[in-house]
């Protein structure tokens, strides 16, 4: 199974997970980050053999992305174009190959849960990168409804964040929303893996997935991703 990380974001310990991880979404300045730490994790992506991957998101670096903004469409998709002309200025430099594009945060759940988002998402895929594989949730309005010939489109779970029965994630505000043991972890990702997920009630759910992700700003997410390796390299 798949495994991505988001990385690039200013935390320690990014080289430490890279030997654990299949591909890693980059932060793209918005949110965190920036053209030279870009460079950085794309060039330890390299040494470990690591498929790169844009990770663009509101420009609220205060919020870490994580709070919907209010923007002028004009203004967002200026935004979004800046961010991912500047990753694959970094790739090229680098030599490198973006695989993917993952939105971060409050992007990310605006683009899978509102149409008129993930319509705005799409046009400035098309138009700085339209064959590139993108990375959404489950249950987005992105793989539902939008998905294209010229567009690979992917959906992702969490390995570290609790489910709801609707498969929609427990908001990072509520009690247990975060899954911080390894172990748990493991399990989630071992269940994953069947199409499976187990929600904060308890009960079992089919899930589609085609990649797995883990936090690297969560705690113990070195030991999630080692745990998660220790068994995804053993099927």
């Not at 079992?204 to 390299?233: F, G, W, Y």
Request: negative net charge; glycine residues 4%; aromatic residues 6%.
């Amino acid at each position: 199974m798949d495994v991505n990380c988001d990385l690039g974001e200013g935390i320690a310990h990014d080289r430490l997970i890279m030997p654990y991880i299949n591909r890693c979404n980059i932060a793209c300045g918005a949110h965190a980050g920036s053209k030279d730490l870009i460079i950085k994790t794309i060039q330890m992506a390299q040494e470990y053999g690591v498929d790169i991957g844009a990770h663009p998101s509101y420009p609220d670096r205060e919020n870490f992305g994580r709070i919907s903004m209010i923007m002028d469409v004009k203004e967002l998709k200026q935004s979004l174009q800046h961010q991912l002309e500047m990753f694959l200025e970094a790739a090229e430099l680098c030599g490198a190959k973006m695989s993917h594009v993952k939105p971060h945060g409050a992007l990310y759940h605006d683009v899978a849960n509102k149409p008129e988002m993930a319509l705005v998402f799409l046009e400035v895929i098309d138009e700085v990168c339209p064959e590139i594989l993108l990375i959404t949730s489950v249950n987005s309005v992105l793989f539902n409804s939008f998905t294209r010939p010229n567009h690979l489109i992917w959906p992702e779970s969490f390995i570290d964040r609790r489910y709801r029965s609707d498969l929609t994630l427990v908001p990072r505000q509520e009690h247990n929303s975060i899954i911080h043991d390894p172990k748990i972890a493991q399990q989630q990702f071992l269940n994953l893996r069947e199409g499976r997920v187990q929600s904060i009630e308890g009960s079992l759910h089919a899930i589609q997935t085609m990649t797995c992700c883990i936090h690297s700003d969560h705690p113990n997410s070195l030991e999630i991703a080692k745990a998660v390796s220790a068994v995804n390299r053993s099927q």
